[in-house]
């Protein structure tokens, strides 16, 4: 399990290191609700591809456990914390692209996508909720991956 606590850790080692990264997926949707719904097993983190060694180096303790490359990779750390990381290109108006597979197709994240919200009272960057449901579309949604949606649904008061 990837608790608060090692999501506040991560977060506040990559922002000394000057890196600019958003959440996605469970923590990110926890983000933006403002609790904890759920345990998480992993944490997604967005990060910009050109602050990849940064990323790399701000994340010592971490191995690659997993390449899957230029859509995402997964570091692992030998206490079980697991860390799911997609790199994304940045446009100069703010919006960014993120390698959806090995031929060429997209993600696109508008330069609005990228909002804050909250862990345990601490202000971290996350993605938006119509990003956020954008993010949990295109595989075979997983239990956990359905009631982060739910739970987005039922914040804002709307029906799937």
Same mark, same amino acid.
């Given at each position: 399990?990837?608790?608060?606590?090692? #999501? %506040?850790?991560?977060l506040?080692?990559?922002?000394?290191?000057?890196?600019?990264?958003?959440?996605?997926?469970?923590?990110?949707?926890?983000a933006l609700?403002g609790?904890?719904?759920?345990?998480?097993?992993?944490?997604?983190?967005l990060?910009?591809?050109d602050?990849?060694p940064?990323? %790399?180096?701000?994340?010592?303790?971490? #191995?690659?456990a997993?390449? %899957?490359?230029?859509?995402?990779?997964?570091?692992?750390? =030998?206490?079980?914390?697991? %860390?799911?990381?997609? =790199?994304?290109?940045?446009?100069?108006?703010?919006?960014?692209?993120?390698?959806?597979?090995?031929?060429?197709?997209?993600?696109d994240?508008?330069?609005?996508c990228?909002?804050?919200?909250?862990?345990?009272?601490?202000?971290? =960057?996350?993605?938006?909720?119509?990003?956020?449901?954008?993010?949990?579309?295109?595989?075979?949604?997983r239990?956990?991956d359905?009631?982060?949606?739910?739970?987005?649904?039922? #914040?804002l008061?709307?029906?799937?």
């Amino acid at each position: 399990m990837l608790t608060a606590k090692t #999501a %506040l850790d991560v977060l506040a080692r990559l922002r000394s290191a000057g890196c600019r990264v958003w959440l996605a997926g469970g923590w990110g949707v926890d983000a933006l609700l403002g609790r904890q719904t759920r345990d998480h097993s992993d944490l997604d983190l967005l990060h910009r591809v050109d602050e990849e060694p940064t990323v %790399l180096a701000a994340l010592a303790g971490f #191995a690659e456990a997993e390449d %899957l490359r230029p859509v995402r990779f997964v570091l692992t750390r =030998p206490d079980g914390a697991s %860390l799911d990381l997609h =790199p994304l290109h940045f446009a100069p108006d703010g919006s960014a692209t993120q390698a959806a597979d090995n031929t060429g197709g997209t993600f696109d994240y508008p330069a609005d996508c990228f909002v804050t919200g909250t862990i345990e009272g601490v202000t971290v =960057p996350c993605l938006s909720v119509t990003q956020q449901l954008l993010f949990h579309q295109g595989y075979e949604p997983r239990a956990h991956d359905i009631a982060d949606v739910e739970a987005l649904h039922t #914040a804002l008061g709307r029906s799937r």
